[in-house]
């Protein structure tokens, strides 16, 4: 099969969870969507499944990476949110070998010391979160998904600390996805644009924000803006008002006027409402 959706769940918490994000997934993209998990479940709303009822470890996740029955998958946990498709990312594809979003809070990057990096990687390289991961069955993906497996530890509180080391050491053609396309909302997010992907718990507990409100707020402005999660709270700074906008428009327009004379400000000031206008068309 050349394009389909993979989600991973073990236990019956995140089997649950699992559903409900492909429930949503599959009104957004007709594609075949396959779960791996250590329960056997009725089909709906999965296309297949497979069944590893092995006990859960901390390298469950390449594991069930390197089983996906398509040519070009996008991998998404279960607490993952589609608001709108995300097919674009198979586009991607077609340039990449891989496509994922940096963690905005990058946790492992924090825990080195300075002088001594965890497992020989440069403290300036990021962190990437493996909610949403999009890529191709090429053989440097193969290679890079055996060596993170290989590498997760019963002691890693999360996989990310081994994916990170063996990124870092592959070959293979990566990119970076906006964080529209995984927004971690319990966490902070610089965002410009609509969030097509909310990465947060998808069942109610009262510890943590709920998806109703971070899909409520997050969107709420389109424009550049600032979002914080603080359990069990969601909170945006959304973009610069009108009025202070222009005001702020005026005081650049002042300023030119006074070092360069009206001219200038005039020719400058025509520039910038043909790019604003009419350049990105």
């Known amino acids: 099969m050349d394009r389909g959706i993979l989600y991973f769940a073990k236990g019956d918490e995140f089997v649950l969870e699992a559903e409900k994000s492909a429930k949503r997934t599959q009104e957004l993209m007709d594609y075949p969507i396959t779960l791996v998990t250590d329960i056997d479940i009725s089909p709906n709303p999965f296309d297949n499944i ?51 979003a940096k963690d905005p809070k990058e946790p492992h990057v924090h825990y080195m010391d300075k002088s001594h990096p965890i497992d020989g990687v440069p403290k300036a390289f990021p962190e990437y979160n493996t909610g949403v991961v999009a890529y191709n069955q090429t053989p440097g993906v193969t290679q890079l998904f055996e060596e993170w497996k290989e590498r ?4 890693h ?43 947060g718990k998808l069942m109610e507990d009262p510890r943590y924000p709920s998806l109703d409100k971070a899909l409520q707020k997050l969107n709420q ?19 610069r008002s009108v009025p202070i906008y222009l005001r702020s428009r ?13 001219i200038a400000a005039v020719k400058q000031m025509g520039s910038f409402l043909w790019r604003r206008y009419n350049g990105s068309n």
């Open 50 to 100: 497979i069944i590893d009822d092995t006990e859960f470890t901390r390298s469950d996740k390449p594991k069930s990476l390197l089983r996906s029955p398509y040519e070009k998958t996008i991998f998404l946990d279960s607490d993952i949110w589609l608001e709108d498709s995300i097919s674009e990312l198979f586009d991607i594809l077609d340039r990449f070998e891989m496509a994922l």
């Open 250 to 262: 005026l005081a650049r327009l002042r300023s030119i006027i006074e070092r360069r004379g009206i």
């Open 221 to 239: 402005h389109s424009g550049p803006r600032v979002s914080y999660g603080y359990d069990p709270y969601v909170e945006t700074i959304p973009p």
């Open 157 to 199: 509180d999360r996989d990310q600390l081994s994916f990170r080391s063996s990124l870092y050491r592959s070959d293979i053609r990566f990119t970076t996805l906006r964080p529209e396309y995984n927004c971690m909302y319990r966490s902070h997010n610089a965002l410009n644009g609509d969030v097509k992907v909310f990465h």
């Open 152 to 155: 997760c530890k019963p002691e």
